[in-house]
Structure formats: structure tokens, C-alpha cells
């Protein structure tokens, strides 16, 4: 394997652990309301499920309240519902036009949960930008004991592969460290 395309597939490998990474941060709720966290939530529109983002206009007009006015006043139960099947832990309030959602208060010892969580899944996205550096150090190993490159280039590959490597650490560090800011601010 040539040492641009190497280099390029250790890089794919590697965003993609970030990108894993976000997805899964996105996830975790926080003491502030973001829309990104209805992004799970299915709405039975016309017999396929749709996200909620396609059949409504969701907003959060505070840090602690989703605002959601459907496009048709018709599905403003089926999006109840939804979220009512959801495992969101929030009780919609539909007043016949829109529907309102609180976000509960998070507990000190439940943000000390989640930062742990975010650990757990911070380490994950550094193994797996860990594992695209084995890989291509590995195909560089194999390239120089098949005398495809000299000692020289396998030294020089390496270490290209080890700054790719500490600058998408750095970024996964950076992720980490807004992420468990945001989640340790009341």
C-alpha cells in the first residue's frame, strides 16, 4: 500500500472515531435543552416513521425547554405520542397548537455519572484512533520486511502516522474537556 493512501485510511479510520464519538456525546443529556436531543425520537407520519425534525419545527427558547409546533396541526397527537414512547424521561404538554417539554433538573450525583460515562466513551474513541495507528504501522512493518521500503521510510512513515495520531488525540481531549465542562455546569 502506498504511504498516501496509508496515511489517508489511518485519517478515515481515525475521524471516524471522532464522529462515533460526537454521535454518542449527543446523546447524553445535560442540564440544558439542545434539539440535537430529540434527534432519536420517530413520529409515525402517514405510516413510516419520521423524525421529529420532519414533520416539526423544534426549538428551545430557554436552556431548559423544547418548543415543538408541528407543520400540520393533524399530528400533534402521533408527536405526543412519540415522545411520550421515547425513553426521553420527559412529560409533553400539549396545549392544541404546540407541545412544551421541561427538562428535568440533573442531579450533582447524576452529572458525576455522566462525566464517568463521557470517560468511558472518550477512551473508546481514543482506542479506536489507537487501533488505525496499529493498522498502519503494521502495513508499514510489513512493507519494509518485504523490502518495499527501506528502514529509513518505515521510520519516516511512522512518525508521520504518530502526529496524525496525536492530533486527532488532542482533538478526542478537547471534545472530552467541553463536553464534561458543559455537564458540570449547573
Known sequence: MEQAQLKTTAEAAMKKAIDSLLSDLKKIRTGRANVSMLDTVKVDYYGSPTPINQVASVSCPDARTFLINPFEASILKDI???IVKSDLGMAP?????VIRMKLPDVTEERRKELVKTTKKLVEDARVG?????KEANDSIKQAQKDKAISEDDSKRFQEEIQKVTDKFVAEVDKIAQDKEKDIMTL
Not at 93 to 97: A, E, L, Y
Request: hydrophobic residues 40%; charged residues 40%.
Open 129 to 133: 484512533i489507537r487501533m488505525a495507528r
Open 93 to 97: 404538554m400539549n396545549d392544541g397548537k
Open 80 to 82: 405526543e405520542g412519540a
